[in-house]
């Protein structure tokens, strides 16, 4: 049994192995239906208990079709409906009938230590559905898109972030570490990352620039990423804030700056910070994105419950 908290603490190998599955599976679905079962469907008689404490449609739509292409089923929890929530019940003790109902657990908090405190007194699996600090299911599955689109591994492309020092780009810098990626981060100062993070990167020696003008952040780009401004229970002045993300928005002028066959990705939902004659337009893979959850969580979950291929 494994879990699936943060890239940072996954290694390498693991997750370039869960690539390979998705990518297999994926390529074996073509003329299925999104309900059908993979061949041999490993996760039958599984339950994967899922829980929301903040918004998604992606997340849980994704996990919803992951689980059941498996074999298995999902149950997803109302946080509001818990005695947990009220202060009615522990962590410990919501935990311990988790495991004994359920296989594996996916979690979207809106607090870090939550994660680890439920790790603590699970015996299945945790995931980590987003939290303040990663989007780690999320960045996995947009490497996977961007080598299905490349063709390409992604240590052989430029990717540019575009937009706030916030939970996905975590990930991200996580991952340009795990997969050595060059990384270009377009954000302003005033948003830069904290020391926690500077340190990490200088620790892992990795390619990861930090520009304060969105147009040196793109050029040569292979891949650029963006996210909205404010994310979900950002406490901010939010006036102010996208008032001083103003110029960093993703526009046909900026998109011309990067490579002439650079792509598109957000991981949704959007905000202001990109242009509909971008966000729509060819170079935007978003749906594709969106949609290539699915296969990379079928494969996070076969990790964490120790039957992957
Ligand atoms: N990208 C993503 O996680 O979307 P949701 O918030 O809708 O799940
Ligand atoms: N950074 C965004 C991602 C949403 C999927 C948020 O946390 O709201």
């Known amino acids: 049994m494994r879990n699936f908290l943060n890239l940072k603490d996954i290694p390498s190998r693991d997750l370039k192995k869960i690539l390979a599955d998705a990518k297999k599976r994926k390529s074996l679905r073509k003329k299925l239906d999104n309900l059908e079962v993979d061949k041999g469907a490993p996760l039958r008689g599984k339950l994967l208990i899922q829980m929301f404490e903040k918004s998604s449609l992606r997340t849980r739509l994704s996990f919803y079709l992951a689980i059941k292409q498996l074999g298995g089923s999902t149950l997803t929890l109302r946080p509001d409906e818990l005695h947990l929530s009220k202060d009615g019940e522990s962590i410990q003790d919501t935990a311990k009938i988790l495991s004994n109902f359920g296989s594996a657990f996916m979690l979207r908090t809106d607090n870090d230590k939550k994660l680890e405190e439920f790790k603590k007194y699970l015996s299945i699996p945790i995931i980590n559905g987003l939290s303040p600090s990663s ?47 060059k990384l270009n981060i377009g954000c302003p100062t005033k948003y830069k990352p904290s020391k926690k993070m500077i340190k990490y990167i200088e620790n892992n020696k990795n390619k ?19 996210d909205k401004v404010i994310s979900m229970n950002d406490k901010v002045n939010k006036l ?23 792509i598109f990705l957000h991981c ?12 729509l337009s060819k170079q935007s893979k978003v749906w594709q994105q969106a949609l290539n959850r699915v296969h990379v969580q079928k494969s996070i979950l076969l990790y964490c419950l120790g039957k992957l291929r």
């Open 208 to 226: 990861i620039l930090i520009f304060d003008d969105a147009k040196k952040a793109v050029k040569g780009a292979d891949v650029i990423f963006s």
């Open 268 to 279: 949704l939902p959007r905000g202001k910070e990109v242009d509909d004659n971008v966000f």
């Open 240 to 262: 102010k804030k996208l008032n001083q993300f103003k110029k960093f928005k993703i526009n046909k002028k900026l998109m011309s700056l990067a490579k002439k066959d650079c």
């Open 135 to 181: 989007h780690p299911t999320q960045i996995l599955s947009d490497i996977f898109t961007v080598e299905e689109i490349k063709k390409k591994p992604i240590s052989s492309l430029n990717i540019t972030w575009i937009g706030d020092f916030n939970n996905v780009l975590n990930s991200l810098i996580a991952a340009s570490i795990k997969f050595s990626f």
